[in-house]
């Protein structure tokens, strides 16, 4: 599938995988009157997209990357054939599971509020479930295996992107996106605002949207440097790898595979983002106690 399409899927607020019952701490907001209207909700809106858009921007880009090397592209769907598309490998550290046991930890450290948690790995859940039945691949696989209880929203949606064959720097747009629209959705429902003047807020954020992913495919290019290194964010995983192989690796051996570059993805993901919005790690929580409410989160 061309990416561009599969980005418009994966953003579409359509997609049967759960996105329209979270409102991303608007409805908290909401109840405590720290967002009346459209003048509110444009600030609450870029400040969101500033602090928890550009982290799940990062981690969304970081998944797709890693997912590019283990089995996610639609090319590997050819070779699947009809089976057991749950069947685990004979060996899970060679196929990134450990990887991606590790990257939704990092997540997982960049999300301190629990209620943030549970809502990011509900969300993941379904969205993983959704995209292993649109686009079925090895790294889905994994990434179900690796965590069982359900990766962070960012992780599956960069997993997912890979699988559609998008590029890291889209899964970081649709990411971003996922982040605001949410919410603008949200209080539309919410404070009964007129939809076309959310809308021009969301269009007024388009810029901001662009600089959300480039900054989050930046970051991980601004790894420290190694041999062994994946290609940066921006070029996109179909433009190949390094034409050099890891010592050990095999002609035609997928890249990202062997234990001694596990190293090196750690280290490319220690640039990742991790800016905090405490006011919404509050609303997140106080949301558990709210005993009206439309919204899960």
């Known amino acids: 599938m061309n990416g561009d399409a599969a980005l418009l899927l994966l953003a579409d607020s359509r997609l049967p995988a759960g ?6 701490g608007v409805e908290e907001a909401v ?12 600030r609450f809106l870029r400040g969101r997209l500033a602090t928890a858009g550009l982290v799940t921007a990062a981690l969304a880009a970081a998944a797709c990357e890693l997912a590019a090397v283990d089995g996610g592209g639609s090319a590997d769907r050819e070779f699947r054939g009809a089976g057991d ?13 450990p990887l991606w046991r590790r990257l939704d930890a990092e997540a997982d450290a960049r999300t301190a509020s629990p209620a943030q948690r549970e809502a990011a790995r509900t969300q993941g859940r379904l969205l993983l479930r959704t995209a292993r039945r649109m686009w079925p691949s ?19 949606l960069g997993a997912a992107a890979a699988s559609a064959g998008c590029t890291p720097r889209q899964a970081a747009l649709a990411a971003a996106y996922t982040s605001v629209t949410g919410p603008a959705t949200a209080a539309v429902r919410l404070l009964g605002l007129d939809p076309v003047t959310v809308h021009r807020l969301l269009a007024d954020l388009a810029p901001a949207l662009e600089d959300a992913a480039h900054v989050a495919c930046a970051s991980l290019d601004d790894a420290v440097p190694a041999d062994d290194e994946p290609d940066g964010c921006e070029a996109g995983h179909h433009q190949g790898h390094h034409q050099g ?8 051996q997928p890249p990202g595979r062997h234990p001694g570059r596990h190293l090196a993805w750690q ?12 006011a919404l790690d509050l609303l997140a929580e106080g949301h558990l106690t709210n005993p009206m409410k439309l919204f899960v989160s």
């Open 19 to 24: 996105g329209h019952a979270h409102s991303g």
């Open 31 to 42: 109840r405590r009157g720290a967002v009346t209207g459209a003048g509110d909700l444009a």
């Open 85 to 97: 598309p749950g069947a685990p490998p004979a060996d899970d550290a060679a196929d990134g599971v």
């Open 138 to 156: 090895a790294a889905l696989d994994a990434l179900a295996r690796a965590v069982p209880e359900g990766p962070h929203h960012p992780v599956a």
């Open 245 to 252: 192989r890891h010592p050990g690796q095999q002609p035609g």
């Open 267 to 278: 280290a490319r993901w220690h640039a990742l983002p991790g800016h905090s919005a405490p």
